[in-house]
């Protein structure tokens, strides 16, 4: 009889590439990951690793029985997600991350809608940049990861399946008695003169940032640069500084006084959507879990649907 475990370990190989890879995912060590598999190639009585100084790929019988491996794993899935359609109420654990915008945004509000609904799913959440998330969803650590459109899906180690999600935008925030703050919204090439507060906690949005300023003729002053949020808007509220952030994370800082937000124009978007594997909604608790996260969006967007008009020209 084949050790289901054993054989996992297996399909997760074949999915991640690296013993290491597996043994991060299925919190195991190395040497247990390695010996596990040993015993497997006994089992089968045919070499299924070929071992190398750059680490291990799959024999021939290797990948064989990887691919029948998937197709049972498959199927226990789909059988654990009917038994859970069958139930009165759904249950299960759901693990979800997003990226920090998004975590001082729209997740506390998909969650709590979420707990009203259905009480007795166990949410597990995570804060992490788009890129950890797309890894997490790869390992099996994460069910559904909440990325922007700058995350790097060109190789994942297992196909994903992205589901849109909705549009954030971006706006520039200044302290309330800063010359700007009276303006519905301004042109990125006025800030070209403004000292600078940037967040460089996220490398993308921080590149994208300043791709648009440089293509609309200037770099950006940088004379602080924070790691979160609400020290950024310290530093905006206290200093005088400027800074351009995406709205979804903003709604905490809204009831601040002493600063101001202006919309841009031309505006600045990110397209946010969700990873996850590609049978993930078929668990009727994950679906649940996307669902809510999708009406938080909508309802954000509904709220969002009226962008400031550009009323004030450039000097």
């Not at 794993?73 to 654990?93: A, K, W």
Request: hydrophobic residues 45%; aromatic residues 4%; proline residues 6%.
């Amino acid at each position: 009889m084949l050790n289901l475990n054993r054989l996992r370990l297996l399909h997760e190989l074949a999915a991640l590439g690296s013993i290491t890879a597996v043994a991060k995912s299925m919190g195991l060590t190395r040497p247990a990951i390695s010996q596990q598999l040993a015993l497997l190639e006994e089992e089968i009585k045919e070499p299924l690793l070929d071992r190398s100084s750059q680490g291990v790929t799959l024999t021939p019988a290797g990948e064989r029985l990887a691919l029948r491996a998937a197709e049972v794993f498959n199927l226990v899935e789909q059988i654990e997600s009917d038994l859970q359609s069958e139930s009165d109420f759904l249950t299960g654990e759901v693990r979800v991350s997003a990226f920090g915008s998004l975590a001082t945004g729209l997740a506390p509000h998909a969650f709590r809608q979420l707990r009203a609904k259905h009480p007795h799913i166990s949410l597990i959440f995570n804060e992490t940049e788009s890129n950890a998330g797309l890894r997490a969803v790869a390992a099996r650590e994460i069910d559904l990861a909440v990325i922007d459109e700058w995350a790097d899906i060109m190789r994942p180690a297992r196909a994903l399946h992205f589901a849109q999600l909705g549009e954030d935008r971006f706006m520039l925030v200044v302290a309330s008695d800063h010359p700007l703050a009276g303006r519905r919204n301004v042109r990125l090439q006025e800030l070209s003169q403004e000292k600078w507060v940037i967040n460089q906690a996220a490398p993308a949005y921080r590149t994208h940032l300043i791709r648009a300023c440089q293509a609309a003729g200037f770099t950006p002053i940088e004379v602080c640069n924070c790691s979160n949020t609400p020290a950024t808007i310290e530093f905006v509220r206290q200093m005088g500084m400027v800074t351009v952030i995406p709205k979804m994370g903003l709604g905490w800082a809204e009831r601040l006084g002493g600063i101001a937000m202006v919309g841009l124009q031309p505006p600045i978007h990110r397209k946010i959507r969700v990873a996850m594997l590609p049978n993930a909604l078929a668990r009727p608790a994950v679906n649940a879990t996307f669902q809510a996260l999708k009406e938080a969006a909508e309802h954000w967007q509904k709220s969002e649907s009226h962008p400031p008009r550009d009323v004030s020209p450039a000097p």
